[in-house]
């Protein structure tokens, strides 16, 4: 069986790595149908390790000639949603990218969806934000659930929280991932030989150790926006605009690129073709891959695809365990708020 995907703001990769391996594990084969990003470097190094070249601004594709699909993946930008819940419809999402993926979900019908953001979306505006997405989302059909996830949960050695929604159309019994993987060694992840353009300063490395007492072990220092310095067994999130200083390898020098995909979890079989500063961005702009994977894993168990996802969904005995959730949401028309009667509350409180 082949499972046709489309892989929107693609930006290196992320989401289709997770998706082809969250495939793999049930053999089934997937098809990207579309892949769509509007930066040149990326589009570059998605071409160089998928063999597609990705359309540009998605805005200027009809829902018509966008290919049917059966999952809809998109990393959507994190840009300002204030527009959001102040009028009804569409017209709550008119001017953001979040328009985009309601309009090719409405007019493609996509059998379920993942989306993925900052975890400060769940915030954003009081929770407005966020519940008028949903709600959006809702009034096209969907059942919908979201969760925020840490990365440090799925086996990486980065502190790397991201909000995860997802859609299905039709009820189903979904179980959002639960299983804590123990974390990689960061001395697994990093290189070995370091050019010296990656070290700081003479000056600040020895404010660091002034900060810091040096272990034994390798650590990630973090400078927050204080200026205080902390030493940690992993990184903190990966930042696409932080400063050079933000991170360094027990307090001495920045992550080389491969480290940085490493830490998202992507595979050393990625070429990296882009400079140091456009990787550095693309990593830090990217999701956590085994975390998605995850997620596109109990997806693909609700919607029994594959072998393997059946016998998973049949070990479902009980859907009312913790950390499930029962999907059985009556949805209304766009723009109208959704009812439903005996059914366990459906959004998963966000952690603190």
Same mark, same amino acid.
């Given at each position: 069986?082949?499972?046709?995907?489309?892989?929107?703001?693609?930006?290196?990769? /992320?989401?289709?790595?997770?998706?082809?391996?969250?495939?793999?594990?049930?053999?089934?084969?997937?098809?990207?149908?579309?892949?769509?990003?509007?930066?040149?470097?990326?589009?570059?190094?998605?071409?160089?390790?998928?063999?597609?070249?990705?359309?540009?601004?998605?805005?200027?594709?009809?829902?018509?000639?966008?290919?049917?699909?059966?999952?809809?993946?998109?990393?959507?930008?994190?840009?300002?949603?204030?527009? *959001?819940?102040?009028?009804?419809?569409?017209?709550?999402?008119?001017?953001?990218?979040?328009?985009?993926?309601?309009?090719?979900?409405?007019?493609?019908?996509?059998?379920?969806?993942?989306?993925?953001?900052?975890?400060?979306?769940?915030?954003?505006?009081?929770?407005?934000?966020?519940?008028?997405?949903?709600?959006?989302?809702?009034?096209?059909?969907?059942?919908?659930?979201?969760?925020?996830?840490?990365?440090?949960?799925?086996?990486?050695?980065?502190?790397?929280?991201?909000?995860?929604?997802?859609?299905?159309?039709?009820?189903?019994?979904?179980?959002?991932?639960?299983?804590?993987?123990?974390?990689?060694?960061?001395? =697994?992840?990093?290189?070995?030989?370091?050019?010296?353009?990656?070290?700081?300063?003479?000056?600040?490395?020895?404010?660091?150790?002034?900060?810091?007492?040096?272990?034994?072990?390798?650590?990630?220092?973090?400078?927050?926006?204080?200026?205080?310095?902390?030493?940690? %067994?992993?990184?903190?999130?990966?930042?696409?605009?932080?400063?050079?200083?933000?991170?360094?390898?027990?307090?001495?020098?920045?992550?080389?690129?491969?480290?940085?995909?490493?830490?998202?979890?992507? %595979?050393?079989?990625?070429?990296?073709?882009?400079?140091?500063?456009?990787?550095?961005?693309?990593? /830090?702009?990217?999701?956590?891959?085994?975390?998605?994977?995850?997620? *596109?894993?109990?997806?693909?168990?609700?919607?029994?695809?594959?072998?393997?996802?059946?016998?998973?969904?049949?070990?479902?005995?009980? %859907?009312?365990?913790?950390?499930?959730?029962?999907?059985?949401?009556?949805?209304?028309?766009?723009?109208?708020?959704?009812?439903?009667?005996?059914?366990?509350?459906? =959004?998963?409180?966000?952690?603190?």
């Amino acid at each position: 069986m082949k499972i046709r995907f489309i892989d929107l703001f693609c930006g290196i990769g /992320g989401f289709r790595y997770a998706m082809e391996g969250a495939a793999k594990s049930n053999n089934l084969e997937t098809e990207c149908v579309l892949s769509s990003d509007i930066d040149a470097d990326c589009q570059k190094a998605y071409k160089e390790n998928f063999g597609d070249d990705p359309v540009g601004d998605i805005q200027k594709i009809p829902s018509g000639l966008i290919p049917d699909h059966d999952i809809l993946l998109a990393g959507f930008p994190c840009q300002p949603f204030s527009i *959001i819940g102040s009028r009804k419809g569409f017209e709550d999402a008119r001017g953001t990218l979040f328009f985009e993926i309601a309009r090719i979900l409405e007019g493609k019908k996509p059998k379920m969806f993942v989306l993925e953001n900052v975890k400060l979306l769940a915030g954003h505006n009081n929770g407005k934000t966020l519940s008028r997405i949903l709600e959006v989302l809702r009034g096209l059909g969907y059942f919908v659930d979201f969760k925020i996830l840490n990365a440090l949960d799925f086996g990486l050695p980065q502190r790397r929280e991201r909000i995860f929604i997802v859609g299905l159309r039709g009820p189903g019994n979904f179980s959002w991932p639960h299983e804590k993987i123990p974390m990689k060694a960061l001395s =697994q992840l990093l290189e070995k030989k370091i050019p010296k353009k990656f070290f700081a300063s003479k000056y600040i490395r020895e404010k660091r150790n002034a900060m810091v007492e040096p272990t034994s072990e390798p650590t990630i220092w973090h400078e927050n926006k204080s200026g205080h310095v902390s030493a940690y %067994p992993y990184s903190c999130a990966l930042r696409a605009g932080a400063s050079y200083n933000y991170l360094l390898v027990n307090g001495e020098r920045r992550l080389t690129p491969r480290e940085m995909l490493r830490l998202q979890g992507f %595979p050393d079989a990625f070429r990296i073709v882009c400079n140091d500063s456009q990787t550095r961005k693309q990593a /830090g702009n990217s999701l956590p891959v085994p975390v998605a994977e995850a997620v *596109i894993k109990e997806l693909l168990v609700t919607f029994k695809f594959g072998v393997a996802a059946n016998q998973a969904f049949k070990n479902r005995t009980n %859907p009312s365990l913790n950390g499930q959730m029962i999907l059985f949401e009556k949805s209304g028309r766009y723009g109208k708020n959704t009812k439903a009667k005996n059914r366990r509350k459906i =959004q998963t409180p966000i952690p603190a």
